[in-house]
């Protein structure tokens, strides 16, 4: 087999040319980062669950009509996803206060708010990804008012499945990070939802107990990270639930 161009890579994931015009190769590493890739760690096997998870939440995405650049899952660590052109800015949606919005207005964390609320930041590390305004957006060219009217409406959508999802399954979803990305077809654009769907990127609570499933367990060292990732995927059925050893998981298709 011929080794595939690498297009990029980031600190979760690589990228590879696709096996046709248009698509990519998304790899999970097992990389765990936070504050910036300040705090850094190899952690086995998380890369193949938030493959696997990323696969769950995106199809689910797909079946009910949000479009998203997910076209199927080749292997334990990969996934064939289409070829976007990605807005460079972080779309966060938070249904309950946590994390830097606590810091910053000073809210105690687990405050429910008002309704969900969906913030934007830019996409640059260097920059610390900060906070931006629908002005700056508009201002510096990222995006239109049209985009920003669309990223918000498939933000809430998004929000509303994931939601629900978790849910019915006692996990409170907190907030999320998404990016999201152009798609032409001629003169046409469409925007989907790209990158990744995964406890990476959303915050995740037990409903009963308020335990973390999410990154911040490696953020503020409260435990296994992988543990805690497992017991997400347990809970949606996308691991059985008798895996006894779970930095190796075993995925079912």
Not at 76 to 98: K, S
Not at 146 to 167: E, K, W
Not at 203 to 211: E, N, Y
Not at 236 to 248: C, E, I, Q, R, Y
Request: charged share 25%; hydrophobic share 40%; net charge negative.
């Amino acid at each position: 087999m011929a080794r595939r161009k690498k297009i990029y890579e980031g600190k979760a994931k690589i990228l590879y040319e696709g096996p046709e015009p248009g698509t990519l190769v998304q790899y999970f590493k097992d990389d765990a980062t936070a504050f910036n890739a300040e705090k850094h760690d190899v952690i086995e096997g998380k890369g193949v669950l938030n493959n696997r998870l990323s696969e769950f939440f995106m199809s689910g995405l797909n079946a009910i009509g949000v479009p998203t650049h997910f076209i199927k899952r080749i292997n334990m660590r990969e996934q064939l996803i289409r070829q976007v052109e990605i807005i460079p800015l972080e779309v966060v949606v938070r249904n309950t206060a946590a994390g830097s919005m606590s810091k910053r207005l000073g809210i105690e964390e687990g405050t429910p708010l008002p309704r969900p609320i969906v913030e934007f930041y830019y996409k640059d590390d260097g920059l610390g990804d900060p906070l931006v305004t629908e002005e700056h957006i508009i201002a510096f060219g990222w995006a239109s008012q049209q985009d920003l009217d669309d990223m918000v409406a498939l933000a809430l959508r998004v929000n509303d499945f994931l939601s629900g999802v978790m849910m019915a399954v006692g996990i409170k979803l907190v907030d999320f990070k998404i990016e999201i990305g152009r798609i032409w077809d001629g003169d046409y654009m469409r925007l989907v939802v790209a990158d990744e769907i995964s406890p990476d990127s959303c915050r995740l609570w037990d409903i009963k107990t308020g335990a973390h499933l999410d990154k911040d367990v490696f953020r503020r060292d409260l435990g296994s990270l992988t543990d805690a990732y497992t017991e997400v995927a347990k809970r949606l059925g996308v691991l059985p639930t008798n895996v006894t050893h779970p930095t190796k998981p075993t995925l079912i298709n």
